[in-house]
């Protein structure tokens, strides 16, 4: 519906009467609508899954709780687990169903940002990278991503070796774990220092990283 335009007669503005647009005004029907609707919106408190203690993650609005199921948060390590080393680590976490207020969600992946990696590398060094879905103990599959640096250059056969043993490494350690500890093993777990021994073997390592990890939804 177009909306109302007032004239103005021109003898009241050559009168200094001229009148006030009402449109520049609203009206207090819309005003209470306004208010109306945002009343009917509920505050849903976000809580993590079990495996990391049902931490509160943020508060949100919604007007029908299931308007919030598949909405995705993400907070960085620091704030979930009060770990100032991790807060370079963004986890996601995605709703899955709502109630009495509080929205309980899966662990669905975590990021560490480019920016972050570039400061790592240094010249002189080789960057040994791995991205590859491994299996877990119930069979659900998550795409990895590993970043290795060495102290110094290596070899293309280096590299070759580094890249088996690491995947070989994180292949074993994600089989036996329930799909729900993937992300909490990867982010806060042993799975890290277990590759870093082995693979310095081949050559000096300087960092490991497991830059990220996502669940993937099977079709």
Avoid: C
Avoid at 55 to 80: D, H, K, M, S, Y
Avoid at 123 to 147: E, G, P
């Amino acid at each position: 519906m177009a909306q109302k335009v007032e004239v103005i007669n021109p003898l009241d503005i050559m009168g200094g009467t001229q009148k006030k647009d009402k449109a520049d005004k609203p009206s207090v029907k819309a005003k209470r609508k306004g208010i109306d609707k945002w009343k009917k919106k509920i505050w849903h408190t976000i809580l993590a899954p079990e495996e990391f203690e049902r931490r509160p993650l943020g508060e949100t609005v919604a007007e029908e709780p299931e308007a919030l199921v598949g909405r995705t948060v993400t907070i960085t390590g620091r704030e979930l687990a009060n770990q100032p080393k991790k807060s370079h680590i963004h986890l996601k976490f995605r709703v899955v169903s709502v109630s009495g207020g509080k929205a309980q969600t899966e662990v669905v992946g975590h990021e560490i940002k480019d920016g972050y990696m570039r400061r790592v590398v240094r010249r002189r060094a080789s960057k040994v990278m791995s991205v590859k879905n491994y299996s877990s103990k119930d069979n659900k599959q998550f795409k990895v991503k590993t970043v290795i640096v060495t102290e110094r250059k290596a070899s293309n056969a280096q590299k070759a070796g580094i890249l088996r043993k690491a995947e070989e490494i994180t292949a074993k350690g994600i089989a036996e774990l329930d799909s729900k500890k993937v992300v909490d093993e990867l982010v806060f777990g042993t799975l890290v220092n277990k590759i870093f021994p082995e693979t310095k073997r081949i050559v000096p390592i300087k960092r490991v990283e497991i830059t990220s990890s996502k669940l993937l939804v099977s079709k």
